[in-house]
């Protein structure tokens, strides 16, 4: 059974700009969440994602938005990009959202 | 607002010894508390998950117990080896629909070959 894919790797960006990471869940797993991790921070929760309704939200301010598709696979958004959004942003998935988490690899985001 | 407490931040061990780890949150009325190992530059990998009516679970090497009323959790990890370094993290979610869950800033284990 294939984990949880996210895609790209690694991105390296400027500030002012977008960028869209994107999320595979585990075969049959209906949430999906978002997490924000820094040195400083440490994991941080953005969103989470059921059955394509947005069921919870961090405290990050409106830059940052996600969408979840009918099979299950979700993106997220960050626009008008600032150096302090250089983190590693973990995606998670999981059969009804309260149970055991399987996370990807995540996608490391460079602003410079 | 769950505050989830890890402490230390660090610890190095030789290998052979027998660990814990502590994890410490504020509102005891939770749903589960979950513990995760992290390698560097990696993804997490859940290692346990307790749900609020159990004491404790087991995974090999690995025993992790929930007091609730004191607001506290241990990973326990036996006859530790170098292969075991990597950061530990627990996470806790309230009971109440769509909760969200609640890191710890995790501890990072060194096991000295």
Redesign the interface.
């Known amino acids: 059974k294939a984990g949880?894919t996210?895609t790209p790797r690694y991105l390296i960006k400027t500030r002012g700009q977008q960028v869209t990471l994107s999320c595979s869940p585990i075969s049959g797993h209906r949430s999906v969440?978002w997490?924000q991790q820094t040195p400083g921070q440490?994991?941080?929760?953005l969103f989470?994602y059921f059955s394509e309704t947005q069921?919870?939200k961090?405290n990050f301010p409106g830059r940052f938005s996600g969408r979840q598709f009918s099979n299950s696979r979700s993106e997220m958004n960050v626009s008008t990009l600032e150096l302090g959004d250089s983190a590693?942003y973990?995606c998670?998935s999981s059969l009804d959202?309260?149970?055991?988490?399987?996370?990807?690899?995540?996608t490391?985001l460079s602003v410079l | 607002k769950q505050e989830v407490t890890q402490i230390p931040a660090a610890l190095s061990v030789p290998e052979g010894e027998n660990l814990v780890l502590n994890c410490s949150f504020t509102d005891s009325a939770i749903y589960n508390l979950q513990w995760f190992r992290q390698d560097p530059g990696k993804g997490l990998t859940s290692l346990l998950l307790i749900q609020s009516s159990q004491r404790e679970q087991t995974s090999g090497r690995l025993n992790a117990s929930l007091d609730k009323s004191s607001g506290r959790s241990t990973l326990y990890i036996a006859a530790s080896q170098p292969g075991d370094s990597a950061t530990y993290l627990c996470a806790v979610r309230l009971a109440g629909a769509n909760s969200k869950l609640t890191f710890g800033k995790g501890i990072t284990l060194s096991v000295r070959p």
């Not at chain 1, 959202?97 to 995540?106: A, V, W, Y």
């Open positions: 949880v996210q969440s997490y440490g994991l941080q929760f989470e069921r919870n961090g590693l973990l998670a959202g309260r149970g055991k988490l399987f996370f990807g690899s995540g490391q």
